[in-house]
Each structure stands twice: as C-alpha cells, then as structure tokens.
T-cell receptor, first 115, second 116 residues
Framework: KQEVTQIPAALSVPEGENLVLNCSFTDSAIYNLQWFRQDPGKGLTSLLLIQSSQREQTSGRLNASLDKSSGRSTLYIAASQPGDSATYLCAVRPPLHQAGTALIFGKGTTLSVSS | EAGVTQSPTHLIKTRGQQATLRCSPISGHTSVYWYQQALGLGLQFLLWYDEGEERNRGNFPPRFSGRQFPNYSSELNVNALELEDSALYLC???????????????FGPGTRLTVL
C-alpha cells in the first residue's frame, strides 16, 4: 500500500531564505507526483506536476525534483516571501492500470515565512 | 476559463441528518474525484466518477455515496451524519485517465461540513 510522508510537519523561516520541503513515498511505481499549496480553510492550488519519466519541474521560484528509485521528491523554494506561508502537500498518483487513479496525499508541511 | 466550483461553501447539519454537496468540473473534464480532509487525518480519497459511472471508492462506509450527471457535474451525499464527518470536502476534476495525457487533477475551493 502506497504511503506518502512529508518532513518536516512545520517549518518557520525568515524572509529571503531558500528552503527545501521533503516528500517520500513507499512504492516507486507511480504515474506522477504533484505538489500543491493550501491556504487555511481553502482548496488546493497545483504548483508543479512531475511525470514519472521526468526528474524535475520548475515554475518561477519553485523547483521540484523526483527520484523514483529512492521514493523521494523535494520542493525547493528560493528567496522565500511572507506570501509563501501556507501548507504544502505532496501527492502521488498510482499507475493508470491500477484501479482508482486517485491521488495519495502526504499530511503536508506548514510553512511560515516571517518578514 | 472557469475552474472547479463547489456549493455550498459551508454546511451545518446535526447528527443523523443527510448532507448533499455539489461539484461542477472544468469544462471538458469527464472525471470527478471527491476527497475528505478531516482535521489531523489529511486528505483521503472518497469517490471517483467518470462518464456517469462510479469507478472507484476509498475506504469509507456506504452512507457516503454520490452520482455524476450527464453534464459531468457531481453530487456527494452523506447519510446518517456523524460528528466525525465534520471536514472539508474537496472535489477535483480531470480529463478521463488515459495513457499519454497528464490527467492533472484540478481542485475546487471545497465545502466545509460541520456536524453538530
């Protein structure tokens, strides 16, 4: 059974710092991996999606990497800003031949960036 | 282009009642997914509908049910509400899963269900 773990559960940094959020998964057979952002009480905003054949994706100050063989992904945030404060969720999608194709989520890392 | 929409935003019910939550997918998307985000439990998969059929369900009791309409919108029904059903219910939509497409899921803003 696929399990997704995110470490740390919470992180506080001063504005301007570069930071890394970690995600690990137990089964390397995945279709893709997505990073989401969630503001308190709100829905999810997709940040980056990495297909299983890809190693990384970049969008602005965000860079996500994927190492399927070791079951790990990282989300790198450069030059953090107070507006980056939110909970970041990692989710993996099983291979399409498996029933469901629903996302399996980690519990998230809550990031607080102070000015 | 409009994103995934959900209604109502908030819903307050009492134990034993029934709740109905609604979701409208992005135009062109045929798959709708329902997830529950309860405090401390993280996001858990509830149901997947595609082309009007229930394709899979997560580890939830039968009192969680739903349907998908011909226009691909969807309803989630929760019968015999219990206190632990209080959660944020998120709907997501995607193109029908098939090889060669990313089938990225796009999420709505959620419905906050409170059971008193």
């Amino acid at each position: 059974k696929q399990e997704v773990t995110q470490i740390p559960a919470a992180l506080s940094v001063p504005e301007g710092e570069n930071l890394v959020l970690n995600c690990s998964f137990t089964d390397s057979a995945i279709y893709n991996l997505q990073w989401f952002r969630q503001d308190p009480g709100k829905g999810l905003t997709s940040l980056l999606l990495i297909q299983s054949s890809q190693r990384e994706q970049t969008s602005g100050r965000l860079n996500a990497s994927l190492d399927k063989s070791s079951g790990r992904s990282t989300l790198y945030i450069a030059a953090s800003q107070p507006g980056d404060s939110a909970t970041y969720l990692c989710a993996v999608r099983p291979p399409l031949h498996q029933a469901g194709t629903a996302l399996i989520f980690g519990k998230g890392t809550t990031l607080s960036v102070s000015s | 282009e409009a994103g995934v929409t959900q209604s109502p935003t908030h819903l307050i019910k009492t134990r034993g009642q029934q709740a109905t939550l609604r979701c409208s997918p992005i135009s062109g998307h045929t798959s709708v997914y329902w997830y529950q985000q309860a405090l401390g439990l993280g996001l858990q998969f509830l149901l997947w509908y595609d082309e009007g059929e229930e394709r899979n369900r997560g580890n939830f009791p039968p009192r969680f049910s739903g349907r998908q309409f011909p226009n691909y919108s969807s309803e989630l029904n929760v019968n015999a509400l219990e206190l632990e059903d209080s959660a944020l219910y998120l709907c997501a939509s995607s193109l029908r899963p098939s090889g060669g497409k990313s089938n990225e899921q796009f999420f709505g803003p959620g419905t906050r269900l409170t059971v008193l």
